[in-house]
């Protein structure tokens, strides 16, 4: 974790703190249904919930000193507890193993890490959605190869980002699913010693389904298709983050990451305004990105446990969310403020000198009755030489003067080829299956 | 693509001819269309469809050479079909761009290749889970850390297996459905040549769903996700290839895979039987969960596209596709043939001295009133005897020659602390949550 | 391997037949040894060599069908020399191990795929070298961040390239030594039936160095230093070619990969000459890098050795070294033909209004007794006006009309700092420390 | 970096303390050589150097505060080093731009991270020969495929990680070199408005070498390698961590990782002692390696330099180095304490009912003049009933049992082969070769 690409609620998920009070809801839960099924003394449950009641400090440093005596967390903080709450304390963890709450808190972890994931990604959609229709028809030229292609709208940019988004968030809801259980079976999982009862009343108590089968630790594999899942989103993001720093190049220059009074762009250079806001993302989702491998290789854990995946762990549980999380926050602040040049967009589509029309001549000339060859090798060899005159010949003017051309095709008939509307009769059906 | 980890029918999904002939269904299907929306002369899809019927070859050289000289796939494609069908197969690929054939053909080829998996993924599981019925109370110990643990049986580790392999399962029907659409929209995907209605025909006609906006390609967040998908499950395999790997180690042999007659274990060494299958899968699996780190840097192309997608997927497509079916299938076969010794089991079960029933006495001697850290100590300072004697020494006997245990339990309540079926009471109920 | 991404010598190396030609060399090296030994009859290796010294063809097939029954390749081969040469064979691999063979073969063609990389990076060096002295003093503008900055010259893009391989060169040199090496020390690498002269005879006469200490295989540290060597190779080959890709951008166009006549570059938009070669350059950089993450998991072999590493290094043995020969040809086949516009260079540079001489501005106000954060401002106020009128404006115009600037530098001091040939003074400097 | 994974000297290294008084020694050194060159004033460069003499603490607070309002690290740091040092100051970082800072700091604190990485290799080797040649003779069964081979000296398994890690160490003093350069070369690296001598001076102050040729940016090829370079002792420190953890496995336990009076193994079962530490290495190996993906990807800046590479390094720059020294240490740890169990070594060694000697009996019978076919047909038909027996028969007894083994060889020659000495016979050579 960065601390400058962290924001503080997602932070406070990952805080010695929030870990130690999951795992004290864990333990009394547990204490309490134990109490239920008559297992343990009723007083034991209340002994915990009464002290609990008091909102009592968690005091992290003191669990510290334990845990490096002990070499053990989770027995280090249940001493702790039963110190504070007294000899009623005993009766936690009956049955229990520490890995049903270290990796029952690490699926509460990571689903309040989604929740928030999630209404990053609302709020990233919301502002991609409203420039969108702000940028509904705004012309700009479509781009393959980094070439110029067909016009498009810069509506219709946002609009693929918005329906990649929304699929990100389709993503990120099933991953959330899959990580959000509750396992409390005991030492390899086969509730010798705890009733699969126990299991449930957490899970229903802390919002998470049950682990089916859990063999001491909740299977890897639910975490290695989590951590994916955020790869997933981190190329979004950076295809996003690429897109704004293309238009930024000087030499296109059709938007602008805001860029706020008093900002340097540069100690030497006073004239920089660059994309830095979005090459620092595209750094960040090569970093989150990343953190999938080590969590695919987590799967493979021997026999019923090992503890391998544990200080995997430590780093991609906080790392990824935070990460992402900053990531979501800054590109939506990129997408909310970004400053768009229509008129600058316009020029460069007509840059070339019309050659952006050039496939609708090709057509034209192929529905008049020449073959597509032919008709291909026309359009090129004019097309060739606008393209060497860099735009300053006009695509047009050649193939009125091109007498095989001009032959299939009457002037008038090839102007309405060059109508730029033409291409945003669509934009309307698309935004309807984007936007709904 | 390792011809000797590959199957026909994955394989002959990526060959030439095969691609070919999807390409064609679609520049029909879509000629189809447009005629029948009068864009082009209903000649010109029935002329098409008519050569279709007469089962032609595909000339795969014969478009290769062309290829060659146009330096442009689909181009060259186009003009061979030209060549076999005549004039009117002019009115193909009207207001198309490759990329409409090319990633709908890719479209198609992983969701064919998803089905095949899905299949895979039938058999493996249907294998599992007759093992695991078949082992559902064969007591074997549980390990974590590689150390002994308590007993399970070896059904529940299958079951484990089984539903995590049904996670997959449900994973990569997901992964399919996201795979699996068609982009019929022109240029840049504006539809400016061709009407939305060519691509949902075409995307009916191939059981596809549409691409909601598709700019030229279809979103390549769309294909990391699938690739993504197809690593997670590699880490599955690998999981339970280690297992059997584990299993077979000399000094457990627990369980080993199927060794056929006249099978030689090592060129120098006459007794070896060695985990070859599994220790192969293993292999296997860091080849495909590799290939999901390109599927992924393949999200942020360039504007409405670049193409540097396309020589990774040329990789990855086959490669991931081919090497999982194949590895699902000799997964399938190793459990299917997987040599089970219930004896061995056993007596690994037994050789630690009853060290696997610690926790159970630990639970006895806090219920009888002792402090769970007192309870610990004197369980501790027995069992680490046991352990120091390598097993030779009965942690039952040590105890009930400790004065501080039997103060707190009789003997009678010691022996019932031993109980290995104890283990077992909720091996139903698991087995109920897994296999339904 | 993707065969169109493949080169013939290269590819060679990894067929059969080469394969199993070292692995008789290696086999009949060391019964030569052997039989100078005594250990076993002289008759045995000149058998062997006088049926090699007929140049026998290698039945592939046959050696395959062996291994369809025995499961185990070199046994397989050891039949089918033996059925060849006759009984005189039976002296072969006394004391060997199938990995003395296997992984010194590796080590062969892997060390002679490397010649053919380190020939590879010789001819593109020269042709940056080459291109770099033709533009040693062509100007063109540096940019960071996507923008422009101050003039360079399109030979110290160039130069820098040369830098970059040459140090991949060096790279490749160490991790060639690295990989280069011979273990034929038996079956856990004891040498309890082979001498270990045996060893150093075979690794002289196939140019290898002796294994340390080696067991049953050479250890994979090796071999992952190595891929991870052409993975860094393969940043450098993306490096250069996204330079090339953003070159070749319409609003850019300072230079462009040759378009060779009769070549279309879209089906559908004759107007389109697209960066292809270097955006398939960018995907194959994608697969190069990706093979180093199953080589670095190949590392943790189990004891002495499982045989996991075995399916990862069939996959990326090929296809890492075919992959990156042919990417290293075809960079060098773009740099050699690259079509650079010096014109276009220089229009780009003039196009915003003198705004990349600002820094030369800045520093003179400091030494003219400006504070460095004043000089900025004046700098900036100035530079922005410019920079919004998208060069329309000069900076050098306005800064004469800014009285704050006059006041401490006269227009001729102001002048001068406009001076392109300024920036250019130390590019033989450079020249010198890169070619030298 | 995950506190608990960290060690102080090299978390130093990466705290903002450190990472300005290096930004202070670069520019106050360049300003001293700027003053030499006459450039500016040496009152510039001695109030720089005159402040520093007062040790003055470096207010980094303060530092943020201004980059919160600047955007800009380095200009709000001169920006407070002006505060402290008076106008005097405003001499500082003439010609220069923010990535000459930048970068060779970075430099500087890789290099000093590689320091103590070497001094941590050394510690480690120094441990692994110490053990190594306590454990020389110690006979052990070698292992492949987790199946007993050969017998091995346990000297040997740790012969093996010595040369492995001597090779990392190898590895790390060229990666080292490769990332000690220095870049002080102005906007784009020209050189323009700075001497060349300065960065010459600067480098050698700081016990660097020239980058020949920087573009604002040292390339990140360098950094890749060097983080490549990480991956693979990652590597490497995963393999031994996986020997280890093998090998205290409950039916293995031949040697085991310390376990500290009050450490308690399990909160449920207190038998167990795991090799946690050894399982916490294998994590930390796959972060590790992880980290050089995200490098990888840094290489192909866009033209002269842009930032993506920037928040990458924020990450991986302390992770890896710090998670990598921690790793060194706690693996140097677990080798020097290692408790080794020569009996039981000794037990497994003689528990398959001397199968390990298998290979000796077969090359004695190809030697008696048997077909190799045959000699392995009669070995292997004895050592599959002792395989079966689970080593209660003796193949030494069957075999002189078996009238077509004792046609060829006496009883005399069959013990002979037995011999476990005759295994060892070359420890020495090999102990040579290793430790020289």
């Not at 099933?174 to 126990?198: K, L, Q």
């Not at 403020?337 to 001549?361: F, I, T, W």
Request: charged share 25%; hydrophobic share 45%; net charge negative.
């Amino acid at each position: 974790m960065v601390p400058r690409y962290a924001r503080p609620a997602m932070t406070a998920i990952w805080e010695p703190e929030s870990r130690y009070r999951i795992w004290f809801e864990i333990e009394a839960h547990a204490t309490q249904k134990l109490a239920d099924l008559g297992v343990v003394p009723e007083s034991g449950a209340k002994a915990l919930w009464d002290w609990w009641a008091t909102n009592p400090e968690i005091d992290v440093a003191a669990i510290d000193a334990k845990e490096a005596v002990l070499k053990h967390d989770v027995i280090a903080f249940l001493d702790w507890v039963a110190d504070e709450v007294g000899p009623e304390a005993r009766f936690m963890h009956q049955g229990m193993t520490s890995s049903d709450v270290l990796d029952t808190t690490l699926a509460v972890q990571l689903s309040r890490a989604a929740d928030i994931l999630l209404a990053d990604l609302d709020d990233l959609l919301a502002a991609i959605r409203r420039r969108a229709e702000e940028h509904k028809y705004t012309p700009t030229i479509g781009r393959s190869h980094g070439i110029h292609a067909e016009p498009v709208t810069f509506g219709l940019k946002l609009a693929q980002a918005y329906a990649e988004f929304d699929r990100c968030k389709t993503r990120l809801v099933a991953a959330r699913e899959e990580i959000a259980t509750c396992a409390i079976s005991g030492a390899v999982g086969t509730f010798a010693n705890i009733d699969p009862s126990v299991e449930a009343y957490v899970a229903e108590q802390l919002g998470l389904s049950i682990e089916p089968v859990s063999t001491q630790v909740i299977p890897r594999d639910r975490h290695a298709m989590f951590f994916a899942t955020l790869a997933v989103i981190a190329g979004s993001i950076e295809r996003l983050a690429v897109e704004v720093r293309h238009l930024q190049r000087t030499e296109v220059l059709e938007a602008e990451e805001y860029f706020s009074p008093g900002q340097k762009g540069s100690s030497a250079m006073p004239h920089k305004r660059n994309p830095i806001l979005t090459e620092n993302l595209t750094g960040q989702a090569r970093m989150i990105r990343s953190y999938a491998i080590p969590a695919l290789e987590n799967v493979a854990l021997w026999h019923e446990r090992d503890i391998s995946h544990s200080s995997v762990e430590r780093f991609i549980g906080p790392d990824a969310t935070i990460t992402l999380d900053f990531a979501l926050a800054r590109l939506t602040g990129v997408v909310d403020k970004l400053l768009v040049y229509p008129e600058r967009m316009q020029a460069n589509l007509d840059r070339m000198g019309g050659l952006v029309h050039s496939q609708r001549v090709l057509l034209a000339l192929t529905q008049a009755g020449i073959t597509r060859d032919n008709a291909y090798r026309l359009v090129q060899r004019n097309a060739m030489k606008v393209w060497e005159s860099d735009g300053r010949l006009s695509l047009l003017d050649l193939l009125k003067q091109d007498e095989e051309v001009t032959a299939a095709l009457s002037n008038e008939e090839l102007e309405e080829k060059f109508d730029l509307a033409y291409h945003f009769k669509h934009v309307d059906t698309i935004f309807d299956r984007v936007f709904g």
